[in-house]
Structure formats: structure tokens, C-alpha cells
């Protein structure tokens, strides 16, 4: 091996070859163990009851006749719980959402809010118990339907709107083409594979908490500030998770687990089900979004309009930032982004698959192919023609920005060029085929972190840093960058994640994890090769090298940092049944320097598949008259699956990230952004009808009018359902 300057060119070992997850054996054998079958002595398990009202207070909770059932320990409630901190401003920044802070009053602010907890010997009697408990409400009237014109709506004091340049309307005027729409996005679910799941007890004066999380650091602070500890007296673990996609923080599972495991003295666990999940562990919401476009007929773009609206609960705010992926994508004379936010009585939303851009980029990636369409322009030549210099709204430089280089060789792996313009002229019996692209961005980002790396006496190497590996094979990566950096194979080196004792660290989220580790796992072990080549003799515990990358992260200069992509997608439409099917997908990434192929190319196409699933197949539907899902759960609510997802093909330009030590940028989420677009665009070039509603379901596709074939108009009429969403 070769000893070289550490940075983002220098080429080593391990980082840039396919690694199979080093936990890999371990989860195909059931030795994995997951958060909700850890074993404990005297482990009680408790069930939540959620409200079956959307709107009131809770008048009584009947709890002597389930007290009586056979193996039941306690009922937790608003009148018996203990009182908790809720007014601290915790790690991420956020005041904690009030759905995780459970039992503190009375009143009822959505369907499906934690009402009870029954805790029982066994799960069945805990469940047989929960389902037993009489709960009665003073019901209040409610709204849960979200509306473009909401007077509710508000600008949320994080997330103000941004104008820059020169004055709207007027560039509007003189704008020689114009387009001004309405797109909509139903409220999706995050529906990771393992539900929330936890295990509270005290042990010798700590409280241990067993979760599955996206941040143990992170729970851990939210815990401590709840129940007003010390956050040394809390350690919280969570060593293999089944999907987060920003719904795994602090929610009622944990919460109720700590007070019930504090009043009962003993292991509690507490399991989310299916059902459960679709109220409290956060989702995406709907969104209405109008975005108005002005462009010289050229289509460079006078003008860049993009209003998002998301409803939040009453409880807690949070919004969705959809109008922002346009502070980054495209340049115009006028600029303005604003995502704003309304209350209804619904649960409260969080982050979910690339929070903002996701939604974001299908309303402003379907515009651009519109806005393509009018002016006569290649979907591809129209962005190219808008590529901003530097930031369009902040001014800052970008650290480096290959949307144009993902386009061409996007283009050209897809074939692109021998694409014929004009919608529904493709046919093959009696289905429409056609081709669809659009661009991809998302923010490249890293948060201070600590790590500690250990030299062991036997001359191997033991990483500990509280990451978490939600699936994507952040462990194996992390295990190749430290193999690197401490210039020797990943097979002398052991990295324990999932565990809040290891330090701070920043959570697995904002694609933002494996960067942050990385940093401070790269920075220890510099440190602890120059203290090895020192004093090379080791003693017995080791030699541990503790880094914490707050300064250096804080060094950066401020700047556009990003990742981009280009998205391609082929759909065949079913003009008899209006189904859409989806035949292939090619992405390609600028995502900075990639650790490890393997894993990455997983989690790009797993992206690109949510895509799919968002263009195609995922809405959760409310009823307005209860308040309440129809069908909430996996059945009801559609995810792609294998049938659904075609031959996907995702790839990367070369593109390290200039100010990162080991060049990474982050993949996480990139791949969702645009892909909804894409298929949706494909949609629009099969059947010359323009959808902009999600999912795009086979009704709305037999409502828009029949396609009379080439050189069809751009516009297909507006979907009689749009405008609301629920
Ligand atoms: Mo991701 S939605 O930032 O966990």
C-alpha cells in the first residue's frame, strides 16, 4: 500500500470497490438481532390505544375492567402519567413534536393520537386488553382536507419565502411564453420494512433504551430533556435498523416505554404495528404547489414562480420545503420560492425521502417539460439553457455542479437522441409508449461528529462512532474509509455503530451520515497513525484516538453544495385500463466520490424505485367525514414492489467533492428526487395528456381525454379532481 496526502484524488485501497455488507452473514442468519426481538429477564410489553375520534378530549378512560384482564400490569393515560419536559429546542433544532411527548393532557388533536398505554406480561394480552379499553371523547368538529386557497396558510418562521432579481409581474408580461399550474402530491408514508419498536430498563441507575433509530445520540438527548435527566445516566443502543426514511427519532413508542419500564420497575417493550405507524411516526404530507414560469422562446427563463403549500398538525409544525429545489436548479431574471405551511387536524408530518425535494422536483421538473413542449425546445437543451453560474438565489459558488455532465451521459446511455419529439406517435398494440427525463438535485451536506479509534494490542483496529446503518451499508462503508485511513485492509477493522456511549455524532439523515462519519473516523485515525509512528508499541487496552470534527466542519466556506442527477424513464400506457407501467429507468448521478459501488448503487435505485412508487402507486386517502385513513396499512396503501419496478439502471459521473477529506458528497435521497417527473413526463410523451396530480392512477389517466395521436397539443385538460387533496 502506498502512502499518499490524504484528500479526495488520492486513490487507496478500499474506498471505490464493491464491499458486501460486512453485517451481511449476520442478517441472513437471524443472528442480527432487531430492536423489537432483543431478549431481556422480565421483559413486560405494552400496547398502545390510539384515538378513534379526530377532534376533542378524552372524557374517560375505563380502566378498572382491563386492569382485571388476565395478565395485565398497568394502564398509562393522560391522568396518571408523569408530567414531561416539553419545552426544550433539542438537537436538530425542533421543539419535540408533542405525539412523542404522550399522556400529558386530555385533549385530542387527530385521529390515531396515543390515548393509553396497556402493559401486559405478554404481547397477546397486552394487545387483547388495549383492544378492550373503553375510551370515551367529547368530539369536536374537525378539517383534515387541504386546499390551495387554505386563508390558514402561513410562511413558517425557518422557512421564509426568497425573491431575488428583478421585478415578477413585470417579467411575466413580457415573457414570451408562459405557463402557470397547479400540481398536487398525496400524502405518502414512509413504510420502512421493521416498525418502531423499543425496549426500556433501568440498569444500576441508567436508563438503556433498545431502538431502532436514526440517531442514538440524538433519541438519547430528546429522552434525557423529556424526562429531565442527565444525559449520561441515558444510553440508548440501536445496532441494526429496518429503514428509517426520517421517520425513526423520538416518537410514543420510546416515550411510553421509559414511563412505563420507570412506574413498573422492570423491561418494557414497546412494538409500533403497521396501523399505528400511519398516525405516529410521521409521513409525508400533500402538497399544492403552483409554479408560474415566464421564458424568452428560446427558453431561457425570465421568470422562476414556485409557490408549495403542506398542511401540518395542530401540535407541531413542520413543512415541507418544496419550492426550494428551484433555489438550486435554474437561473431566472425573476426569482421566487416560497413553501408554505397550514394546521388541520391531521397528524403531525416529518421528514420523509428527501423532505422538500422530492415532492418539489415533481411540480418544477413537470413545468420545465411543459415550458419545453410550448417552446419547441428539447427537455434537455431547456435546462442546459437555464444552468445558473452560481446560486440563483444565494449568489454563492456552487463546490462543484455536474447536472450537465449527467445529462449528456444520461442522454446517451438512454438514446436519447433518437427519441421522436412529439406525444403518442409511439404505439406497440394497444399500448402508448414514451420517454421522459428531468434533473435531480439534493443538498451535500456534514454535521460535527465524534469518533474513537482504537489501535488494539493484536494489530487490528476498532472504529466507535454512534452512526446508524439504516440498511444503506453505512457500516460497510465506514469500514472501508477507516481500512484507508489507517492504511491497512477492512478486514483488520472492526466499526461498532448504534450506540448513544460512543460520543455525538450526527444522525443518519439529510444524506448527511456516512459524509459526517467519515470526517471524524478520517480525522482520529490520522491522528492515531502519527502517535503509532511515535511509539509503535501498543499496550494491552490499546491505543484510542478521539476526534471531533465541530471546528473543521465549521471551517467551510460557505458555499452551493449539492449533489445532481439526470432521470430517465420509459412508461407503457395501457389506453384500454389507463395502467401505466413503468419499462425502465436510468439515473445518473453527480453524488461525489463513491465509497462503495456496490452499496450505492443500491441505494440510488432504491430511490429511483420510490419514484415509481410516488409517480405510480403511493397515496394515503383520508376520508373527510372521519378524519380517519381508509386503509391504512400495507394492503391500503401501495408500494412499488417487484412487479411494479422494471429494469433500473443507476450510474455517476466522476465528481469527488473538493472540500470533503475523503470526497464523498452523500446518495441517500438523490435518487427519489426527479423520478417521479421523469415517469410523469414519460406519461405526457406516450399519451400527449399532461399529469399533474400523483400518483397517477389509472382513473385519472382514462378521465384526462383520449390522445389523437402526433403532433397532439401539449395540454391535456386539467384532472377534475385536482385543486384538493386530502
Ligand atoms: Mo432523511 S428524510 O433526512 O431521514
Known amino acids: 500500500m502506498t502512502t499518499t496526502t490524504p484528500g479526495p484524488t488520492a486513490l487507496r485501497g478500499a474506498v471505490g470497490t464493491a464491499h458486501t455488507r460486512v453485517e451481511g452473514r449476520d442478517k441472513v442468519t437471524g443472528a442480527a438481532r432487531y430492536a423489537g426481538e432483543i431478549p431481556f429477564t422480565g421483559l413486560a410489553h405494552g400496547w398502545l390505544v390510539l384515538s378513534t375520534v379526530t377532534r376533542g378530549r378524552v372524557r374517560d378512560v375505563g380502566t378498572a375492567p382491563v386492569l382485571g384482564m388476565p395478565g395485565v400490569l398497568a394502564v398509562l393515560h393522560h391522568g396518571n402519567a408523569p408530567r414531561l419536559r416539553t419545552d426544550y429546542v433539542g438537537m436538530l433544532g425542533t421543539r419535540p413534536d408533542p405525539t412523542a411527548a404522550v399522556f400529558q393532557d386530555a385533549r385530542v388533536p387527530f385521529a390515531g393520537w396515543p390515548v393509553a398505554l396497556v402493559v401486559a406480561e405478554t404481547p397477546e394480552q397486552a394487545r387483547e386488553a388495549a383492544e378492550a379499553l373503553v375510551v370515551t371523547y367529547d368530539e369536536e368538529p374537525h378539517t383534515t382536507a387541504l386546499a390551495a386557497d387554505d386563508p390558514g396558510a402561513y410562511s413558517a418562521a425557518g422557512h421564509p419565502p426568497a425573491e431575488v432579481g428583478k421585478d415578477l409581474e413585470a417579467e411575466l408580461a413580457a415573457s414570451a411564453v408562459v405557463l402557470d399550474e397547479e400540481y398536487t402530491t398525496p400524502e405518502e408514508q414512509h413504510s420502512m420494512m421493521e416498525p418502531h419498536a423499543a425496549t426500556a430498563r433501568w440498569d444500576g441507575g441508567r436508563l438503556e433504551v433498545v431502538d431502532s433509530n436514526q440517531g442514538t445520540t440524538w433519541v438519547r438527548a430528546e429522552l434525557a430533556a423529556m424526562f429531565s435527566l442527565d444525559p449520561a445516566s441515558v444510553r440508548v443502543r440501536s445496532e441494526h435498523i429496518g429503514g428509517g426514511f426520517g421517520s425513526k427519532g423520538l416518537r410514543a413508542h420510546q416515550v411510553s416505554a421509559v414511563m412505563a419500564a420507570t412506574e413498573l420497575r422492570r423491561p418494557v417493550r ?115 439553457r437555464n ?21 449528456r451521459e444520461g442522454a446517451r446511455r438512454f438514446g436519447w437522441a433518437d427519441r421522436d419529439p412529439r406525444p403518442g406517435v409511439r404505439r406497440e398494440g394497444h399500448l402508448l409508449l414514451g420517454t421522459g427525463t428531468a434533473a435531480a438535485t439534493y443538498g451535500a451536506g456534514a454535521a460535527p461528529s465524534t469518533a474513537l ?27 472501508q474509509i477507516a481500512a484507508d485511513a489507517l492504511e491497512t485492509v477492512p478486514g483488520r477493522v472492526r466499526v461498532r455503530i448504534g450506540d448513544s456511549d460512543f460520543g455525538p455524532a450526527m444522525i443518519a439523515g439529510g444524506s448527511m451520515g456516512t459524509r459526517s462519519w467519515a470526517w471524524a473516523i478520517t480525522a482520529a485515525a490520522a491522528e492515531l497513525r502519527e502517535r503509532l509512528a511515535v511509539a509503535p508499541d501498543i499496550p494491552p487496552e490499546g491505543i484510542t484516538v478521539r476526534s471531533d470534527t465541530t471546528e473543521a466542519i ?146 385519472r389517466v382514462l378521465a384526462a381525454p383520449a390522445p389523437d395521436g402526433a403532433g397532439r397539443a401539449a395540454d391535456g385538460a386539467d384532472e377534475a379532481d385536482g385543486g384538493a387533496v386530502d
Open 453 to 479: 479509534v482504537t489501535a488494539e494490542a493484536d494489530g487490528s483496529f476498532t472504529v466507535r462512532i454512534a452512526a446508524a446503518d439504516l440498511g444503506t451499508g453505512a457500516r460497510t462503508a465506514l469500514t
Open 270 to 384: 414497546v412494538v409500533m404495528t403497521r396501523r399505528q405507524m400511519f398516525s405516529l411516526a410521521g409521513h409525508r404530507s400533500p402538497t399544492v404547489q403552483r409554479v408560474r414560469l415566464g421564458a424568452d422562446p428560446d427558453g431561457r427563463l425570465r421568470v422562476l414562480d414556485h409557490r408549495s403549500l403542506n398542511r401540518t398538525s395542530t401540535v407541531f409544525e413542520f413543512v415541507e420545503p418544496s419550492a426550494s429545489v428551484g433555489q438550486v436548479l435554474y437561473a431566472a431574471d425573476a426569482h421566487r420560492t416560497a413553501s408554505h405551511v397550514v394546521r388541520l387536524d391531521v397528524p403531525s408530518p416529518t421528514w420523509m425521502r428527501a423532505p422538500g425535494e422530492a415532492p418539489g422536483s415533481f411540480a418544477l421538473e413537470t413545468a420545465l417539460d411543459e415550458l419545453a413542449v410550448r417552446c419547441g425546445a428539447d427537455p434537455i437543451e431547456l435546462r442546459l
Open 554 to 699: 465549521g471551517a467551510l466556506a460557505r458555499k452551493e453544495r449539492h449533489t445532481f442527477g439526470a432521470q430517465f424513464a420509459e412508461v407503457a400506457v395501457d389506453t384500454a385500463t389507463g395502467e401505466v407501467r413503468v419499462r425502465r429507468m436510468l439515473g445518473i448521478f453527480a453524488a461525489g466520490r463513491i465509497v462503495n459501488p456496490l452499496t450505492a448503487r443500491n441505494q440510488l435505485v432504491g430511490g429511483m424505485t420510490w419514484g415509481i412508487s410516488m409517480a405510480l402507486h403511493e397515496e394515503a386517502v383520508r376520508d373527510r367525514n372521519t378524519g380517519r385513513h381508509y386503509a391504512p396499512d400495507l394492503a391500503g396503501y401501495h408500494v412499488a414492489t417487484h412487479a411494479d419496478v422494471p429494469d433500473i439502471e443507476a450510474d455517476w459521473v466522476d465528481d469527488p467533492d473538493p472540500d470533503d477529506p475523503v470526497g464523498i458528497k452523500g446518495i441517500g435521497e438523490v435518487g427519489i428526487v426527479g423520478a417521479a417527473a421523469a415517469v410523469a413526463n414519460a406519461v405526457w410523451h406516450a399519451t400527449g395528456v399532461r399529469q399533474r396530480h400523483l400518483p397517477i392512477r389509472p382513473d
Open 387 to 407: 444552468e445558473p453560474e452560481t446560486g440563483p438565489v444565494s449568489g454563492l459558488p456552487f463546490s462543484s455542479r455536474n447536472l450537465a455532465a449527467c445529462f
